[in-house]
């Protein structure tokens, strides 16, 4: 997450420093850390036996399994394919037009894998790690909205209109 986004911010728009960006950071994760439901030491958090990958995200959904496994597979695998979806635009290899389309496609998993997230919060042994996973379902659309911002102010420069010998209508604009 931000590997792209966030230095063009920092380099081309008068948005804040990454100072600020921390602040605003450490005051948020402060926020759901007050927020988040206290592990209960008395229930055991039994997670079920390598479920199919249906169930898995059945079991997410309805927060019946711990919280690391409802939030590190989906991390690994959101955070590659936004990755390899700016590594290809920035190759040349994709349109924008693609690019855009491929954040559409893992925008409404993202939005269950918040929704999930959150319900799981309580099936954790700790309240920062509750903290942390609600955090990085927030930055996820704080990436959403930088990727936005980017496709609309800076097209020129993340995507590099002027090596490319392709003509994209979005750096026409």
Not at 46 to 61: D, E, G, N, R, V
Not at 79 to 87: E, P, Q, T, V, W
Request: aromatic share 20%; charged share 15%.
């Amino acid at each position: 997450m931000f590997i792209y986004s966030l230095p063009l911010i920092f380099a081309y728009a008068d948005l804040g420093s990454p100072l600020e960006l921390l602040l605003i950071a450490f005051t948020l994760f402060v926020i759901l850390y007050l927020s988040a439901p206290p592990p209960d030491p008395l229930e055991e958090h039994k997670p079920l036996k390598a479920p199919l990958l249906y169930h898995h995200f059945l079991y997410s959904w309805t927060a019946q399994l711990s919280l690391a496994r409802v939030f590190w597979g989906f991390f690994i695998c959101f955070n590659l394919g936004i990755l390899g979806a700016d590594y290809a635009v920035k190759v040349g290899f994709f349109s924008i037009a693609s690019w855009m389309g491929a954040h559409f496609l893992f925008f409404f998993p993202a939005v269950c894998w918040t929704v999930a997230i959150w319900r799981s919060s309580e099936n954790t042994h700790s309240r920062l790690w509750a903290a942390y996973a609600r955090l990085a379902t927030v930055a996820v659309f704080v990436e959403y909205a930088a990727k936005i911002y980017i496709y609309r102010e800076f097209p020129q420069i993340f995507f590099d209109c002027e090596n490319r010998a392709m003509a994209y209508l979005i750096c026409l604009e």
